[in-house]
Each structure stands twice: as structure tokens, then as C-alpha cells.
């Protein structure tokens, strides 16, 4: 063994005594009580392991850029409009810093696989993509990134797009996404990116019914898609906010559906928090999908940042665990057993949702872990506990200290 992280209180199991986890070869070797073998050991203190945390839907590319924008009067905002005349200034070199910075940022915070999506279109062009890959390549000790290209300002109204999509494609982008609310034709932009994944054999990752009103959603067509190309289990869906508007019989409806259908969904409160209800000066709508709701009928959930510092969400230290809690904080989520699903939205749930086969804590598993300073998932999300220690492949990638108040 190299590594012996020893007192662990492993994240399924927390009512159980801890348990030492050994590590040979960047993998998990043995998990059980007392190892006790001659290595380098990490005492957990009877603190909280887990697998990683994973960030299944983050904007690297356009993050940090809030003070290059500055916001409209009134309430409406529309971030599309206020980040698309900035992309042409965008160079490689200047996406990879603010993306790296943020990067660093999850980190810190104990994220150790993600998804993060990426813009293509003619005033990007592919730099966003060149500058993500790079930064993938440049970080791989740490963690490991999935890139999804998509089109945030429409695909079938803005020329050149598709054919710099299929040039990503070609370089092998492994998951195409899509944003319909912002192409003047939604469901010519849906027929095509499932055509798209279908020719290219990619996973889907879509940004979906964010609005005022519930009148319209393009779940629907997702749904007929995903039926008619055969995409299930490989077809997941952001936001979902407009389900926020929907008596939770509804909803629960549509959960059933969306689990029959082998289609995922990630919720993204922070974004939604702050982009819902602008159609409103009181009384305002939360606008957040009840993650806890979807998941009880069956949908596989994760919770996840999506924007940091931009048009789209001015906040943001990319913290998961934050994250978790301002959604049980919007949804009034309290019993000890749904805040521990929220936790698994950040980690078991979503390695299921990224297909991610080789995640978790056990015996031949690359050896990814994160000591959370809490007892237990629920404790986690309930008091935001910060990761104290946090390694990838069995190698230590941050040490994190809580703040300690001085003696008198
Ligand atoms: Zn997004």
C-alpha cells in the first residue's frame, strides 16, 4: 500500500464505524477496519470520505467575465445577448485563464470529475474548445473533464454554426448539447442535434425549459426524440425550471416519463435562482426543479454550479456542497434523508448520470477522495462543511484547512 486513509466515515454508509481505505497504484486496494499496513497514512478523524465530488454541467469558458458586461436597467436580463458581442474578443489564451481560475476554484472544493459545456458558433469560433482541451490535457493529475459543445445563440438562425459543431465532432467532442430557447426555430435546432448524435454516436446534454411560463415545454419533443432515435440512458437535460411552475402531481408525472425514457436531469439552482421570475417586481418565483421530487419517481438527479461570475449568475466560489444547500434552501428541504439525496446529487448520482462506470468507493476504483469536515452527507449540505484533503489517482491534489479561533 501507499496510502492508508485511516477513520473514514464512508459517505453510504455513515451510521457504520469508520473504515480504513488503502490505496496501491493510484487505485483503491482494500477498504475494512483497522489495515494497518507499513504506508504513509491520512488520519480522516471519523470524518466524511466520499469518491470525489462531480461537477456534471459548469460554463468554464464564459466564466469570470461579470465586470466586462455590465448589466441593462430594469429587470429583465438576458445573458445571451449581454456575453455574445464579448466572444469575438475572446482569445484562446484569454478563455484558458478565467477558465483555469475557476477550475482551481473546484478544486479546492473537492471536485474531482466534470462536464463542463462549451460554446461553438462563428463569434467563438472553436477557441473556447481549443482552450478547454488544453486546459483538460494541462489538469488531468487532478481531475478529469468531459467537454460538450453546443450552441448558446441558435443553431439553425446563426450560419456557420453547424458546421463548426461537426468540426468539434470531428475532433471528437464527446457530448453535443443544445440551448432551443435561443434559436428561432427550438424544435428545427432539437431534430438536428439528435440527427447530429446519432451520426456522430454522442451523448446529449441539453439546456431545457427555462422560462415564464409552462404553456410551452420542449420536453415533449425530447422525449418523442429520444423514443424515435433510441437514445435512452444517454440523453440528459438542464435546468428544467419551467417544472417549478407545475402542481407537484404534474411533475411527478413527468418525472415518471422522463425515468421511463432513460433521460437524466441536472438542476442548476444558482442560474435559475437569478434568471426566473424577472416578469415579476414582488412575489417573485423561485423557478427552481424540486430535485428531490424528480429523483423519488425514479429520475437520475445531479445538482450543479452551470455559471460563475457572468450575466447568467454574478456569484459563485464553486462550491458543490453550497450549491446543494441553496437548494434545499429554496425547495425547504429539511428531513435528514433528502438532504443525504441532495449529497448524492453531487456524487453518486451524478457519476451515474456522466456514466461515469469507474466512480465510487470501492476495491479496484481509481483511488479519488475527498475528507469532508462533517460527520455525515446530511451535516454536509445542511452546514456547507468544507473538503479538508482531497486526492485523484491516490495522489494529494489540496490540503484545505477550516478557520480556527485563536485562544483567549
Ligand atoms: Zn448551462
Redesign the pocket.
Known amino acids: 500500500m501507499d496510502l492508508i486513509v485511516t477513520n473514514a466515515r464512508i459517505v453510504d454508509r455513515p451510521a457504520a464505524a469508520p473504515l480504513d481505505i488503502g490505496i496501491a497504484n493510484g487505485r483503491i486496494a482494500a477498504i475494512a477496519p483497522d489495515l494497518g499496513a507499513d504506508a504513509e497514512t491520512y488520519d480522516a478523524g471519523g470524518r466524511l470520505v466520499c469518491a470525489g465530488l462531480v461537477e456534471t454541467?459548469i460554463?468554464l469558458d464564459k466564466s469570470r467575465i461579470v465586470d466586462r458586461a455590465p448589466l441593462p436597467d430594469g429587470r429583465r436580463v438576458n445573458p445571451v445577448t449581454l456575453v455574445a458581442p464579448l466572444k469575438p474578443g475572446m482569445t484562446v489564451e484569454d478563455v484558458y485563464a478565467r477558465a483555469e481560475a475557476t477550475l482551481r476554484e473546484c478544486l479546492v472544493n473537492g471536485t474531482t470529475r466534470m462536464r463542463t459545456?462549451v460554446e461553438v458558433d462563428p463569434g467563438i469560433g472553436l477557441r473556447g474548445f481549443e482552450a478547454i482541451r488544453a486546459l483538460a490535457d494541462a489538469y488531468r493529475w487532478a481531475i478529469d473533464i468531459e467537454i460538450c459543445v453546443f450552441p448558446q445563440e441558435g443553431l439553425t438562425n446563426y450560419p456557420g454554426t453547424d458546421e463548426l459543431l461537426v468540426a468539434a465532432l470531428r475532433q471528437g467532442a464527446p457530448v453535443l448539447g443544445a440551448a432551443p430557447r435561443y434559436d428561432s426555430d427550438p424544435a428545427g435546432q432539437l431534430g438536428r442535434i439528435f440527427a447530429l448524435a446519432r451520426e456522430f454516436d454522442v451523448d446529449l446534454d441539453l439546456?431545457l425549459d427555462v422560462g415564464d411560463s409552462p404553456e410551452h415545454m420542449d420536453i415533449h419533443q425530447v422525449l418523442a426524440l429520444t423514443e424515435r432515435y433510441g437514445r435512452g440512458g444517454r440523453v440528459v437535460v438542464?435546468h428544467m425550471a419551467k417544472l417549478s411552475l407545475l402542481p407537484p402531481g404534474e411533475v411527478a408525472a413527468m418525472a415518471r416519463r422522463l425515468a421511463d425514457a432513460g433521460i437524466a436531469v441536472t438542476v442548476?439552482p444558482a442560474t435559475d435562482l437569478y434568471l426566473m421570475g424577472r416578469d415579476q417586481e414582488h412575489a417573485v418565483r423561485r423557478g427552481v426543479a424540486d430535485a428531490n421530487l424528480l429523483a423519488a419517481h425514479g429520475v437520475t438527479c445531479s445538482l450543479s454550479s452551470?455559471n460563475v461570475l457572468n450575466p447568467a449568475t454574478p456569484y459563485g466560489d464553486c462550491s458543490l456542497i453550497r450549491i446543494a444547500n441553496l437548494h434545499a434552501n429554496l425547495l425547504q428541504v429539511a428531513r435528514p434523508a433528502e438532504l443525504r439525496d441532495l449529497f448524492l446529487m453531487l456524487s453518486e448520482h451524478s457519476a451515474r448520470l456522466l456514466k461515469l462506470a469507474d466512480y465510487g468507493l470501492k476495491e479496484g476504483n481509481p483511488a479519488d477522495l475527498v475528507v469532508i469536515d462533517a460527520a455525515t452527507p446530511e451535516q454536509a449540505v445542511a452546514e456547507i462543511r468544507p473538503p479538508l484533503a482531497v486526492w485523484k489517482r491516490g495522489r494529494r491534489t489540496v490540503i484545505r484547512h477550516p478557520p480556527e479561533l485563536l485562544a483567549p
Do not use: C, K, R, W
Open positions: 454541467h460554463h459545456q439546456h438542464g442548476l452551470n
